[in-house]
């Protein structure tokens, strides 16, 4: 394929340039997914954690308000467990509607049941004592308890499930931080691989031709008028053509030169050598008419013809 220099030092940098842009674009990507995460974590199994720290703390506070109750019988401890007993339905009404696993949900579920025999049995006794009716306070009080004891321990299953989940999507962060910088290093890796390929391999398609066109062009007598092929590069293909015409033109010149002296020599030395001939018979006849006496100027202009 027959690229110009300028396209194929723009396609060597368009490649690294696209390859780039890969492994910025994986990179945001991958940064994208892990804020997600964090954010996931920050914003719903720590504000969880936060809930169910409350939700343990109404709880407990509903079974003290109650026992006080049913101790003092004081409208006062009455009117405060009620407002515990709102406050834990609105946290749980809260985590429910946050909590997106099974497993929370089921816990939450069996919180909510438990908490509601609670107060079925601290409503019984209520009635029993606003009625003035004996009954077995002790057993209401044993089951009230185990029902209290049966909730905490859910309650903090549920808190270890939430802090099992946050250390999961921890650990998930980890993996695809873990997973972009190896990424991002072998991208930065490949560029720098590829970009002294490319330079190279640039460079050798530029200057191998012109390291032909040296050779051939000193080689005169292999190619003795024509360009030399020079490969596909029009720019170096262009010079080796502008060469060979100039040398061509060179070498007319040359020969139009020779053929100028060579005439120029034959119409000089046609008459200086018809001059030497006459010489030569005008000094024979001198001598012969003057007994042999010979003449120096005629001897120096004979001499200085003949070189």
Known sequence: ???????????????????????????????????????????????????????????????????????????????????????????????????????????LLRTDELHLRYHELFDQEVRYIKAGQPYAQSRYQQEREKILDSALRELERLRAQLQANLNNKLETMERAARAARNIAIAGTLLLIGLGVALSLLISRSITKPILELTRRTAEEAQVPDGAVRTGAIPEIQELSETLAHERHRIREAARSQAQFFDDLFEQVTAPLTSIQQRLTYLKRDLSQADGHEENPSLEVIIKELSE
Not at 30 to 56: F, I, K, P
Not at 57 to 70: D, H
């Open 1 to 107: 394929m027959s690229l110009p220099i300028f396209w194929r030092i723009i396609l060597g940098y368009s490649v690294i340039l696209l390859l780039g842009s890969g492994v910025a674009a994986y990179s945001i990507v991958q940064l994208g997914g892990l804020s997600g995460t964090a954010r996931s974590a920050l914003d719903s199994e720590n504000r969880m954690m936060a809930y169910q720290e409350t939700l343990t703390e109404a709880f407990l506070s509903e079974a003290r308000y109650a026992g006080r109750f049913l101790l003092t019988r004081a409208d006062a401890h009455h009117k405060e467990f009620r407002q515990f007993k709102e406050d834990f339905k609105r946290y749980m009404d809260e985590m429910t509607s946050r909590a997106t696993a099974v497993e929370i949900k089921a816990r």
